[in-house]
């Protein structure tokens, strides 16, 4: 399985009142694209194996920052200019099946690890790196089933 998603949202003509940042209201926001894509593969989901039916996950992704930044040396401390970020990131996981034998239905154990970077266009902007790991477990089962017999 692969999939593919993009997100544009147009921030660029918007109207906020000025600060004193120095940037004018026009430069003060970017449109932001996102890019993201990913996929899952499983060797044979209706094995009888468990390491068969683990499900490997992988991903990247890509975006730009909606704001522009003032920046300043701070060595002179004067201006220069003004600055964005891009973030890029990676991420790889794992869903372990379990199955509930009494009903058999499949639930979800998903382990993922993340990893990005906030990465600055100015050079005396600070660079960002990020990790993250989660774990969520998915279960699978029948609510508001109507009984036939009481």
């Given at each position: 399985l692969i999939g593919l998603d993009g997100t544009y949202q147009m921030w660029k003509e918007l109207e906020y009142p000025g600060l004193l940042d120095g940037l004018t209201p026009k430069d003060r926001f970017n449109d932001v694209i996102r890019i993201n894509t990913g996929m899952e593969y499983v060797i044979d989901p209706l094995s009888q194996n468990f390491f068969h039916r683990i499900r490997f996950r992988g991903g990247v992704s890509y975006a730009n920052a909606y704001t522009n930044f003032s920046v300043v040396d701070p060595v002179s401390g004067l201006s220069a200019g003004m600055g964005s970020y891009s973030e890029y990131?990676?991420?790889?996981?794992?869903?372990?099946?379990?199955?509930?034998?009494?009903?058999?239905?499949?639930?979800?154990?998903?382990?993922?690890?993340g990893y990005s970077r906030q990465q600055p266009d100015a050079s005396h902007m600070i660079r960002q790196d990020m990790f993250k790991i989660s774990l969520s477990l998915n279960i699978n089962e029948l609510w508001f089933f109507k009984r036939q017999f009481n």
């Open positions: 990131g990676v991420n790889v996981g794992l869903g372990l099946p379990f199955r509930d034998y009494m009903s058999g239905h499949v639930s979800m154990l998903n382990i993922g690890f």
